[in-house]
């Protein structure tokens, strides 16, 4: 069956830096577009950042340029967001998203939760 599987998420200092990685089964995984969302307490579910199926366009919330990165490993089924210079308001929980290239199928994980404090 299709799953996401996030991990990574954990408390880290403002200032800090942390990895998020989705590991993904069940579907094919090169034929769909990835992404990155968060929702904070109280707050709508938001787009972090997003990368096509080979990895050469990617795209990021004005919040986070220049301090995050998104990739993936298609040999690998992972997609990864690499969070530098953190702020509290990056606390939030955050999903890995799959996206059918040609639009349709679209698939959840379970969300990992990301705290920001000193």
């Known amino acids: 069956q299709v799953q996401l599987v996030e991990s990574g998420g954990e408390l880290v200092q403002p200032g800090g830096s942390l990895t998020l990685s989705c590991t993904a089964s069940?579907?094919?995984?090169?034929?769909?577009?990835m992404s990155w969302y968060r929702q904070a307490p109280g707050k709508e579910r938001e787009l972090v950042a997003s990368?096509?199926?080979?990895?050469?366009?990617?795209n990021y919330a004005d919040s986070v340029k220049g301090r995050f990165t998104i990739s993936r490993d298609n040999a690998k089924n992972t997609v990864s967001l690499q969070m530098n210079s953190l702020k509290p308001e990056d606390t939030a929980v955050y999903f890995c998203?799959?996206?059918?290239?040609?639009?349709?199928?679209?698939?959840w994980g379970q969300g990992t939760q990301v705290t920001v404090s000193s």
């Open positions: 998203k799959a996206l059918y290239f040609l639009g349709g199928n679209e698939y």
């Open positions: 069940g579907f094919t995984f090169s034929n769909y577009i």
């Open positions: 990368i096509s199926t080979s990895g050469s366009s990617t």
